[in-house]
């Protein structure tokens, strides 16, 4: 069955469509998580709140984007809100744990686990998401603009920024 009449048939109430439509979806939306939040738990959890988030609002799916990027939108809000509760000092003292403990599950799967990567991890989540939805997953400023609530200057800002900051960061890596 493709794709659209899933939908369809899930926006009328069929859990067993539902079901499956999130099951082909699952896969991308955590690999997607995982660079996003850098941390395995929190990427399940978000997963978990997105499915569920899903559920609720499928019928205000209109079909104007891909399945796929209406759900990233929905983790990345979802990221972002929980990101505004967290206390900054636990954010960074989680996010050193859970930097090794991504690696070594990347590592374990044979992943490439790059010097980008642990520079990106290091950049705040602000910073972190314009640029992996724009340069990895190709998005345009607008439609992360519209994923991330903000203007898209803004998000052109954060992203220049964030890359400037990657440099830098790449650089002393380098030099170490």
Not at 32 to 46: F, G, H, Q, R, S
Not at 47 to 60: D, F, G, N, V, Y
Not at 80 to 88: A, E, G
Not at 146 to 157: A, E
Request: with cysteine; aromatic share 10%; glycine share 4%.
């Amino acid at each position: 069955m493709d794709e659209l009449k899933q939908i369809k048939r899930a926006q009328r109430g069929d859990s067993q469509a539902m079901a499956q439509l999130l099951r082909n979806h699952y896969s991308f939306l955590m690999k997607y998580l995982i660079k996003m939040t850098m941390n395995p738990e929190l990427a399940e959890d978000v997963a978990q709140e997105t499915m569920l988030r899903c559920i609720e609002k499928i019928h205000q799916y209109n079909g104007k984007s891909k399945f796929s990027s209406w759900m990233i939108t929905i983790a990345t809000r979802i990221y972002i809100d929980q990101m505004r509760r967290i206390k900054v000092e636990k954010q960074w003292r989680d996010q050193e744990q859970a930097l090794r403990s991504t690696e070594w599950q990347l590592k374990a799967q044979q992943e490439e686990w790059t010097d980008a990567i642990q520079a990106l991890s290091r950049l705040g989540y602000e910073w972190r998401l314009p640029i992996l939805l724009k340069h990895y997953y190709g998005y345009t400023y607008d439609e992360i603009a519209d994923m991330m609530d903000i203007p898209p200057g803004t998000v052109k800002s954060r992203i220049h920024h964030g890359l400037q900051q990657l440099r830098k960061e790449m650089a002393t890596d380098e030099k170490e």
